[in-house]
C-alpha cells in the first residue's frame, strides 16, 4: 500500500495519533501536499457513504473528522503560501445548527493564503454574530459562510440576508456539499466556490 493509500485508510477509520506522522511520510516520499489532502477528502466520501448506509455512527464519523483535522495540521504551512499581500479582513464562520468545519478551515486557510486576515467565528454561528463581527473588526472586505447539512441551507439564506439588510458595504461568499451556485444566487450571496482552491481565486476576485 502507498503511503497515501494508508494516510487515506487510517483517516477513515479514525486513526488520529498516526495520520500525522504517515502525512509527514508521504511527504517524505516526495508526495504532493494537495494530493495528500485529496487523499484525505475523498475519506471523508467513504466515511459519509459508510455513515449513510447504516455502517457507522456519528462518533465514528467524528474521529475520522479529528484525524483529518490532525493531518491537515501537518500540510498546513505547505499548503498556506504567501499571506503578505492584503486584501483587508475575511469573516468566516459555519452557520447556526450546524457543527461541520473541516471544509471550513480549509476554505479559510486558503482564503488567508490569498491575501486576507481571517476572523473564524467557529460553527454554530447565528446571522447576526456575522453582522456584529463585520462591526467589531477593521477593514472587512469579505464575509464567508459555510453550510454542510440540506437541514442548515435555510441558516445560510438566513445568514447572507441578514448581513445584506444591515447595509455594511461587504461581499458574501458561501460554500459547502449542498451548496450551488444557483442556490448561492437565489439567495442574494455575491459568491460561490465548489472547494477551498477556488474559494480563494474567488475571494480575490470578489474584492478586487
Ligand atoms: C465529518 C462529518 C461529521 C462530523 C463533523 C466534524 C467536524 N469537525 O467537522 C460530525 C460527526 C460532528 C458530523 C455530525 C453530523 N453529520 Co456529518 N458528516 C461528516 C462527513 C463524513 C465529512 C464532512 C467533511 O469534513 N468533508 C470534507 C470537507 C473537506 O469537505 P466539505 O466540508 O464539503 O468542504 C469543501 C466544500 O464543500 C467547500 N466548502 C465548505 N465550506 C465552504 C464555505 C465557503 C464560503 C466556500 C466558498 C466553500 C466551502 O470547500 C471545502 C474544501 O474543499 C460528511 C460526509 C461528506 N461526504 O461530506 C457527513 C455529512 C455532511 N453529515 C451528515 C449528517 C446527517 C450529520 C448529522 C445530522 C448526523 C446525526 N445524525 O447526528 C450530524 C449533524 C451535526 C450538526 N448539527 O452539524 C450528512 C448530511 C446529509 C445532508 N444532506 O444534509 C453527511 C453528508 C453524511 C451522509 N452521507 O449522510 N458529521
Not at 478551515?105 to 490569498?114: G, R
Not at 472587512?140 to 438566513?158: D, F, N
Amino acid at each position: 500500500m502507498s503511503k497515501i493509500q494508508e494516510v487515506k485508510a487510517k483517516v477513515e477509520i479514525g486513526k488520529t495519533k498516526l495520520v500525522p506522522g504517515l502525512v509527514q511520510e508521504a511527504l517524505d516520499e516526495g508526495n504532493a501536499p494537495g494530493e495528500i489532502l485529496q487523499a484525505m477528502v475523498d475519506s471523508m466520501s467513504v466515511v459519509g457513504e459508510k455513515f449513510s448506509s447504516g455502517e457507522i455512527f456519528v462518533p465514528e464519523m467524528l474521529i475520522a473528522a479529528k484525524a483529518m483535522a490532525k493531518g491537515v495540521d501537518v500540510l498546513r504551512p505547505l499548503l498556506a503560501g504567501d499571506t503578505s499581500a492584503s486584501l483587508g479582513t475575511c469573516i468566516i464562520g459555519t452557520v447556526a445548527g450546524d457543527l461541520h468545519d473541516i471544509g471550513k478551515n480549509l476554505v479559510s486557510m486558503m482564503i488567508e493564503s490569498a491575501g486576507f486576515t481571517i476572523v473564524d467565528l467557529g460553527v454554530d454561528v447565528p446571522a447576526e454574530r456575522f453582522v456584529e463581527a463585520i462591526k467589531e473588526n477593521e477593514n472587512v472586505t469579505l464575509v464567508a459562510c459555510s453550510g454542510l447539512l440540506t437541514t442548515t441551507m435555510p441558516a445560510l439564506k438566513e445568514a447572507v440576508q441578514t448581513i445584506k439588510a444591515s447595509g455594511l458595504d461587504v461581499k458574501v461568499i458561501v460554500g459547502g456539499a449542498p451548496v450551488t451556485p444557483e442556490y448561492a444566487a437565489e439567495i442574494g450571496a455575491d459568491g460561490f466556490a465548489p472547494d477551498a482552491g477556488s474559494a480563494a481565486v474567488k475571494a480575490k476576485e470578489m474584492v478586487a
